[in-house]
């Protein structure tokens, strides 16, 4: 993402507490590279990507390390799930806290 930031639009990365917490240095490089860090207590790992009037939703497991564990994801392109996912994240951001650098 951060090698293709001038091609993509708007970027919001939500984050675990935790997980922001445990590595405050990285959490501060990903906050230069999107528009705004939210920091949640919800430890899923989505993704969210639209370009005109298409969508795609990826939900997955991945921990995004280097191991040999066996990882499982879905990934949705103009499917009604989107419109469920939406829903959601509008609440997530109700209850979350931006990460000030």
Known sequence: MIRHRQLLGDITLFLDFTVAS???SNTT????????????NNHSKTMY?????????????????????YESGTIF???????????QLEAMKQHSAPWMI
Do not use: C, W
């Open 77 to 87: 392109k103009n499917h009604p799930a989107i419109k469920i996912y939406k829903t």
């Open 29 to 40: 490089f990903a906050a230069l590279n999107v528009d705004r860090v939210l920091l949640t």
């Open 49 to 69: 990507m639209r370009s005109g009037t298409n969508e795609m939703l990826a939900v997955m497991s991945n921990n995004a390390t280097n191991n040999q564990r």
């Open 22 to 24: 445990r590595n405050p």
